[in-house]
């Protein structure tokens, strides 16, 4: 028999009591977490999202009252009425605030029951994903899961709080647009009034800030929904929030205060004080320094070390005079077995562009000036683990531009070795720990990047992005040295955010588009209502989009973005408890003027 709340009032949370409650009446409202029945004793841990309190119920509750408890099961929906008592000192749970104290009941209402479940908040073993996605409502009870959401809010919330205390504006744009140009695959709505015709959801709202700093509002910001339907890799989702903003009148460092501003008020949240301005290196010094444009600060860059080796060495050694030779050093390794090092070899791989020598000993015996050399260049403690990474000899001479990707392959392909020894020896050297926040700007990012099936130019930010002043002239003539004003901020090797200073003129965004290889005609279909809205009284402007779902797991210490994302889809895209995507009737097909093809898939 259910029992209704009638005008029963809930007075305190379950997590809040404390030995000073001691002697209150009180009414809590919860879940039963887990019921133990001790006979004329009847536990029961109740549970809100304040965290856990014990109740009790004696016999000095009556028949009807026990005889309700007896009846309880996991996750039962009940009401307590009772008063706080001070436990005995041998039965104090130290584990819990609540620990001082328990509620003994006076009255008990059952609001609701429940039936069995797959699994249970109290469980301490964690069902498979599958399974918590499909019960997210019992998933998300979880304590750790209702901590993630409590996260995400505060997170929110501060970052609202600075953003406004700035001037920022929160001003929402349309989710029902049309292409916007981030590059990703769009979701498409199909519009029934005009059958045959689509919005699509925004990739960002990257278009509509631009206009709004046409329209004068000097400071924007969204924490807002975006849509891409990229092919899924792990830890991506098809719609996730960005923290975006825009300023107009606005160089570089005024959007990288800004981030830094909203950043450290996010993570004091869980109390880490950020030190503020991040470091910046430019784009190039990045790949010199760490073999990729996201560097993991926690890990010694890696250093050049070409000139260690005189020609007759590179020359035995078959290594390239022109193309880089770096040294990458993982603190605290200690001495690695023969095993060790050959794991190093497979990991490395069989390459082409480059060649690592990860027994520094065995290369000291032929080349002991060489090594000397290095180890003043590198400066790795006796304990660290020292290799080096150098390009592999070419056949044949190359142009300075095939020598200058040769030279970016061979520092990625350092790059990965770093990151991946890193990762491999995380226990020893310990700067993997979480806590360890180590951000910076990587700025001037190439403006083009080059397709190579396409056989053209891409942006490699997006096309609206501001090439460098001084890099003007060389738009059309050597569009691979063209910098851009593009700036990313990085923590711990992820790319937080993106953004640039974008182009307010449009002389110089139609010469761009004209770089990305498009018509007239199809810059006027795609964006010509952009353009024409560029020269109404366009300020200089720029921003930047920051991964909201992404800071969140990195505070909470999640492994997955699922974990911060109360209704989060599957790697495959599926939203397993509501069951979509889903096939619709034919009416509502035929209304929107769509037939399905037999061969699509
Ligand atoms: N719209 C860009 C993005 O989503 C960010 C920006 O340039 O502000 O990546």
Known sequence: MLDFLGD???????????????????????????????????????????GITQAVVTSDAGAAVHDKANALRSEFVVAVIGHVKLRDAGTVNKNIPTGEIEVVADELRLLNDCKPLPFTPADTVLANEEVRLKHRYVDLRRPEMQYNIRLRHQVSIAIREYLNAQGFYEIETPFMTRSTPEGARDYLVPSRVYPGEF??????????????????????????????????????????????????????EMVFKTVEGFLTAAFKTIGTELQTPFPQISYDQAIRLYGIDKPDLRLPAMANVREAFVPEDLETLNIDAELPVVAIVIPKVGELSRKERDEIKTMFGDRKEAKAFEDIKRLEKSFPDAVVKIRELAKPNPEDLLVVVAGAKRAEAATPSKTRQQAYDVYAAAGQLRLALGQKYAERHGAFKHGNFRFLWVTDFPMFEWDETEGRWNAAHHPFTSPHDEDMDKLESDPGSVRALAYDVVLNGTELGSGSIRIHRQDIQSKIFKALGMSPEEQQARFGFFLEALQYGTPPHGGIALGLDRIVMI?????????????????????????????????????????????SN
């Open 8 to 50: 029963l009032k809930r007075t305190h949370m379950c997590g809040e009591l404390r030995a000073s409650d001691a002697g209150s009446k009180v009414v809590l409202m919860g879940w039963v977490n887990k019921r133990r029945d001790l006979g004329n004793l009847i536990f029961l841990d109740l549970r809100d999202r304040s």
């Open 199 to 252: 919005y699509a959801l925004p990739q960002s709202p990257q278009i509509f800030k631009q206009i709004l700093m046409i329209s004068g509002f000097d400071k924007y910001f969204q924490i807002v929904r975006c849509f891409r339907d990229e092919d899924l890799r792990a830890d991506r989702q098809p719609e996730f929030t960005q923290i975006d903003l825009e300023i107009s009148f606005a160089r570089p």
């Open 555 to 599: 505070l909470a210490g999640a492994e997955s973005l699922r974990e911060v994302i109360p209704f989060p889809k599957t790697a495959k895209a599926v939203d397993l408890m509501m069951d979509a995507p889903t096939p619709v009737s034919e009416r509502q097909l035929k209304e929107l003027g769509i037939a399905v093809r037999k061969d």
